[in-house]
Structure formats: C-alpha cells, structure tokens
C-alpha cells in the first residue's frame, strides 16, 4: 500500500477517470520512473534505484490477489452489460487468481497471461479462503484498497504489511489506518529502506 | 515528533497525569531503555543502538525551543497561585531558552542548568522571532505538541523534520498531520532509519 505522510492512500473525489482521488497520483510519482515497474507493463528503460528489490517483490511468491470492487474499479452498483474488466488491460500484470470482493455477483472475468478475476460476494473470510485454496501453498496478496485492507487488518488476518510511504500531504481523502476497532493488531517492524522519494516499511503481526 | 502508525502524536484523554493520552505513552517505548535518554535525565546503563545518534543530535546545534502550552502542561486556563513548572524537574534536559506560546502572560521561569521558560502570548511567528534571537545562530527546535506544529508547517516556517514513527495503531487522540490548509508544505526525503521498533524519517521543506 502506498500511503501519504498524513496518511491517506487516495485523495478525495475518486473516481472512474481519477481513481487515486485529487492529488492522489503524487503517491506513484517514485513508482512511474522505475524499470522494473515500466517492465510490468511491457515498456522499456527506467530507473534502478533502492525500490527496485521492493517493487520486484510485489509478485514474488504470490498464488493468488484479494481487491476490493473499488479496486478493480468501474465503479460501484451492478456491473452492467458491458462491463469493466478492470485497470490493467488485456494483459494485467497479476499472472494468477484475483478475488475481487463485490455486492454484485459475476461470472469468472479470464484475462491474458494468467489472470482470471472471480467475484466473490459471501464476505473477507471467503474471499481469503478462496485465494488461499487458489494460491496452492504461495501467498496470498492483499492488493487493497483501504476499505478492504481495514477488515482484514481488524479480523486479524494479515500476516505482514509493506507500506510504502511517500513524502506528501494530501489533507483528505482516504485513510489507510481507520477503522480499526477496539483491539487493533500490534505491528512489528521488520525493515526500513529509505529510497528515492518513498520509504518502504515492512511490519508482521 | 513522534508518531503512531496511524497518524497520531497521543492518544484521547490526555490529562496532566496523563500527558500522551491512552495507550500514548506506547509511542515512548523504544526511547526508554537508550543509554542516550537515561543520561539526558541523569540516570546510567541503557542501551546504544541505531536511534542512539538520533536522540543525542535532538540538542545537537540547538540554541532555542519553542513549545506549545500542552506540552509544557499542567492544564489549560490561568496559572494560578503556585504555578506549573513543567514536566522536567528542577534541571530540565534542555538547557537553553524555551518559549512556551500560551494565552496566559506569565513572568519568565529561570530553572536550572540554563533552561529558562518564556511565556509568549502574541502569537506563532512573534515566538519564532524571539527564539531565533535568543539562539544566537543555532538552529530553533520546534518541540510540539502536534498543535503547536500544525499552524508552524501551514504558514511555511519549518525547516526541517524528524518523524520518530513508532510501530502501534493509537485508533484515536491527536493527529500530527491534521489542519495544514490548502496549501500544505511539500517536504522533501532526507533520511531513513530503522532502529528497534521505531523508524527515523527526516524531511527537509
């Protein structure tokens, strides 16, 4: 997850066209230049730097993503009759199962390159013991956004948390760490690693 | 300053007795047993690890303080026949001039060991000024708390920033980055550093 200072993960007025919110794309502004992001996305050249190990670790070991409908985006309500299939094109960079988590049932969405998103509408458990079965033995990404990163972090369910914080103020929109409830889980740090425009923090609970 | 994974710089029901708010003096935990903090308070043993050299450079070129009422503490509303003197003792860890910004004019308050209190009552910048006066060249500290920073950071006065952020979800009580305006300062990267349960960032503005 990509987090502000002032800790939001999107700024207001998120929408379709805009889906990191006023201000929000600031939070990418380390991510666009690197090389080992352009690659994802089937471009040549960019940069090398200290978030490249990071970066290349997204996917490392991953048999399975859980997003929520925000997400995978098109906006909210019933999926319509020519529906979205998401921000990534044909080819999305996931390569594996997506459970995108939804009020509205769809039949299973089969991408390029491996990516298959399945919408699932009985609930986060479900959802995780989906990607988990899914996943045969690799784990499980939680991909976000916020609003599904919070019941999950609340029912206890994350393992490990990378949060990439980036030196911007956005003043509103959404935060990350809200939500929480009455026992929230204690993180411990694992790593710091200070890199170009972003600091990269690793927790375990 | 020191901050919580979620934003906050105390918890809810701060209270003289209770000066970081419920759960808030979690945010202390990894300051306590530094061979570093204990010598500032007279005591010996402790610890040295990576947040040492970041605790001994807090008075490091520091000619002047300027702190907010809160911290200063002992309650809101006049100061009364027997006055408060602070949460530091006789002999408080500063050692140079402090102005206190309040709306309750008070003579000066000489301690020891060269710590005096100025009680300021005109404002934001007139404490800046006279601070920058009584430094003699060295830099101003902004002590806290985070109310004291936020009109600080929204008028564009800070320099630099240490974030000490501390691995627990307060869920509640005072945010740091909170009431900047709509023309929030953009802070630039300057350091990283992961210690034992808690990470060093410093920003340049």
Do not use: C
């Not at 997506?98 to 479900?126: W, Y």
Request: glycine content about 14%; cysteine-free.
């Amino acid at each position: 997850m990509m987090m502000s200072l002032d800790g939001y993960t999107a700024g207001p007025e998120q929408s379709v066209e805009n889906p990191f919110g006023l201000g929000g794309m600031r939070l990418n502004e380390w991510l666009f230049p690197l090389e080992a992001f352009r690659k994802m996305h089937g471009e040549e050249g960019g940069e090398v730097n200290a978030s490249t190990p990071i970066v290349e670790g997204w996917f490392e070991n991953i048999g399975a993503t859980v997003m929520g409908r925000n997400m995978f985006g098109g906006g909210p309500g019933p999926w319509g009759t020519n529906p979205w299939t998401g921000y990534w094109g044909e080819d999305p960079p996931y390569h594996h199962p997506v459970f995108v988590l939804t009020h509205h049932a769809r039949e299973p969405l089969q991408m390029q390159g491996g990516t298959t998103f399945h919408f699932v509408t009985d609930g986060i458990e479900s959802a995780l013991e989906q990607a988990r079965n899914a996943a045969e033995g690799k784990d499980v990404s939680l991909g976000g956004g916020a609003a599904t990163v919070q019941p999950y972090l609340a029912a206890g369910l994350v393992d490990e948390m990378l949060i990439s914080l980036v030196p911007v103020f956005l003043g509103a929109g959404t935060r990350l760490f809200d939500n929480l409830g009455p026992n929230p889980p204690r993180p411990r740090q694992i790593e710091a690693i200070a890199a170009p425009g972003v600091t990269h923090l690793r927790y375990r609970f």
